[in-house]
C-alpha cells in the first residue's frame, strides 16, 4: 500500500506515546533487573538452575503480582521472604536449627514512582500461556478457622512459610499478605501444582482436593485483609 509521507508521519505520531511509556518500563527491566530475574522462559529448569538463581522468575509476572502491589513495593521494597533468595544461600547453622544470616541480606533496589509504574505496566503484560489456571480459584465463603487449621497443622505449610502468629519457617515467601501481592488464581494454581509453575522448586506438590485447594486460597485471601471475589 502506498501512503503519502504527511499521512505516514501523522501515523507516527500518534502511536508514539503510548509506546514510549511500554518502551520505558521495558528498557529499565533489561537494564535493572535482568542480571538477577529471569524474563523470559528458561528453555530448561535444572536443579543446578535453582541453585545459582538470583531471584524468583519475574517471565510470568503479569499473571502472578496485583499491580497496585507491585507500584507500591517498587517504590518501598519490603522483606517478602525473611531469608532472602534462595534462602539456603543466606543461613547459617545454630545452635539447634537453621539461622538466618542478617549480614547476607541486601535491600532490594526502588524506584521512582514514574519508573516503578511504567515496570508495573511491563511486567503486568508479561503473561506467558499455560503457567496460571485462569478461573481455578472459585470465592465464597471462608472458614478461616479451618483454613488456619489446614495452614498450621493438617498440611504443614508453615513448616516452610510464616503463620498468621509470625512462627514458622523460613524458606517460603511471607503468605500473611499474599491477597495483596498475589493474584487469587495464582495462589490457587501454586498450591495446587508447584512444580508446574516453578519446576523443581523446594515447595512439595501435595495432591490436594480442590476442596482444599479453595479453603487455603480463600483463607490466605481473607488473611491479608483482601476482599473476597
Ligand atoms: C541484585 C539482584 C536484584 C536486582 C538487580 C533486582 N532484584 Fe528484584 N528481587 C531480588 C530478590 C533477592 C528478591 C526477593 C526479595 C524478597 O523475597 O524479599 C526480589 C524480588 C522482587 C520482586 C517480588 C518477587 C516475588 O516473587 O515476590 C519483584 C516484583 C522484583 N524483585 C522486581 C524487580 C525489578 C523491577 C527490578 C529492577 C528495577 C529488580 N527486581 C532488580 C533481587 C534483585
Ligand atoms: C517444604 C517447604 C514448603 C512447604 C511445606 C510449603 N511451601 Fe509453599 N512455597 C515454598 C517455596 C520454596 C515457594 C516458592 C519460593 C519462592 O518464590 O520464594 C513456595 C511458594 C508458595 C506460594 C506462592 C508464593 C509466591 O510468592 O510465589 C504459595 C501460595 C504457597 N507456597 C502456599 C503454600 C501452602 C498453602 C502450603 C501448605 C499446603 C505450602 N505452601 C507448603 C515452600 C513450601
Redesign the pocket.
Known amino acids: 500500500m502506498r501512503t503519502s509521507l504527511p499521512m505516514f508521519m501523522g501515523l507516527g505520531l500518534l502511536a508514539l506515546a503510548p509506546m514510549q511509556a511500554q518502551a520505558g518500563g521495558a528498557d529499565i527491566l533489561k537494564s535493572q533487573c535482568s542480571a538477577c530475574h529471569a524474563l523470559s522462559k528458561p528453555a530448561s529448569v535444572t536443579i543446578d538452575d535453582l541453585w545459582t538463581r538470583k531471584a ?1 522468575d519475574l517471565w510470568y509476572a503479569g499473571d ?1 503480582f496485583n499491580k497496585d502491589w507491585l507500584v507500591a513495593w517498587l517504590q518501598n521494597p519490603t522483606r ?2 525473611p531469608a532472602g ?3 539456603f544461600k543466606n543461613v547459617i547453622k545454630g545452635p539447634k536449627h537453621d539461622e538466618i544470616d542478617e549480614s547476607k541480606l541486601k535491600p532490594h533496589v526502588h524506584l521512582a514512582k514514574a519508573d516503578a509504574e511504567a515496570v508495573a505496566d511491563a511486567l503486568m503484560a508479561m503473561k506467558p500461556d499455560g503457567v496460571v489456571q485462569k478461573g481455578i480459584y472459585k470465592g465464597g465463603s471462608v472458614n478461616m478457622r479451618m483454613g488456619a487449621m ?2 498450621d497443622k493438617f ?3 508453615i ?3 510464616k503463620g498468621a502468629d509470625g512462627k514458622g ?1 523460613f ?3 511471607e ?1 500473611t499478605d ?1 491477597g495483596k ?2 493474584q487469587p488464581d ?2 490457587a494454581s ?2 495446587k501444582d ?1 512444580q508446574k ?2 519446576p523443581h ?4 506438590t ?1 495432591a ?1 482436593n480442590d476442596r ?1 485447594i479453595q479453603m ?2 480463600g483463607y ?1 485471601i481473607k488473611l491479608s485483609g483482601q476482599e473476597k471475589k
Open positions: 524468583p502472578k517478602i521472604r533468595y534462595p534462602y489446614t495452614f498440611r504443614g505449610c513448616a516452610c512459610h519457617g524458606s517460603g515467601a503468605l499474599a501481592r498475589l495464582y495462589i501454586f498450591i508447584p509453575i516453578d522448586i523446594w515447595m512439595p501435595l490436594m482444599s487455603l486460597t490466605l
